[in-house]
């Protein structure tokens, strides 16, 4: 496969057959896998900025995959000091030979260059500023100098890609124009409630309908809330799923079959007290408020819990 920077009409054909692979591991995400695919195999650097749980290390996941290339994952953050990022040598083996090129330890970034791989930075923009200028330079030249190990000349395959969370309030510099006008950049949200219902089936092996759409729309309603600054991403949702299963198994509550279309406010209480108690375990700690709120996590989600099975039975029906 020639995945080198230049855009032949072999890599061309050879994108639009991986670009339809990458896409059977996600459900939806066809335009984000598109434009992450080209801007990729045009060999740009990326940062994608998105929530947690939207995507990111899935599309990274697979896109690697079939490219048959290592993803290598760092987070940022104070403790990625450039020599973390790059490598360090063994200390005891310095004691005993000096520093030599073979008890050089290699770190992420050099290990990304040596084997064509995709070094994702997560929370990018929490890095210290000498690690996004080791970055920049490895991004710029695609060769970095260690001393005593020389210059590390990076495949063809290599890219940085870095995300970003935009609700993150900690740690937020501004990026420096001389990183960001080295990359792409692609913006990725929350999916619509069928994609997740999608997500929730297919990652959790649950049968029920009923209980993967009321998972769902009790972790979206998450996110529609003033007094939250951050609610669940699907991960939530994928949680509920599995929890509740779990609690109706261990109770002997019938799972509602699918599909089942009864307005939630008709569901047998003993269902509804198995997703509540899961919707407790699953997303009081995914329920970020905000500082002035005077509700607690397990308020706000009693509040929802209660919208949606007692009192806006319309907002809570699958479809
Ligand atoms: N479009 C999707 N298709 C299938 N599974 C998904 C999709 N988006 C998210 N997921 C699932 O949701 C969870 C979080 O997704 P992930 O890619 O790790 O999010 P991020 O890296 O953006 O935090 C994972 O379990 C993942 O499998
Ligand atoms: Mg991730």
Redesign the pocket.
Known sequence: MDLDHRTTTSATADVRAVRDRVAAH????ERETDLLLAAVAAGRDVLIE?P????????LRAITGEWGIPLLLVEGNADLTPTRLVGHHNPARVLREDYTADNFVPGPLVEAMRQGGFLYVEEFNRAPEDTLNTLLTAMAERTITVPTVGTVQALPTFRVVASMNPYDAVGTTRMPTSVSDRMCRLA?DY?DAD?ERG?VA??TGVGSARLVADAVALTRATRERDDVRQGS???GA?DVALVAAQLAAMRGVALPPAPDVAPPRDLPADYTGVVWDAVLVALSGRVHLDEIAEQTPEGVLREIWEDHFLLQPATAEPG
């Open positions: 996600l459900v939806g995400r998105g947690p749980g939207t995507s990111k290390s899935t599309l990725v999916q994609a997500i297919r990652r991403s699907v991960r994928i």
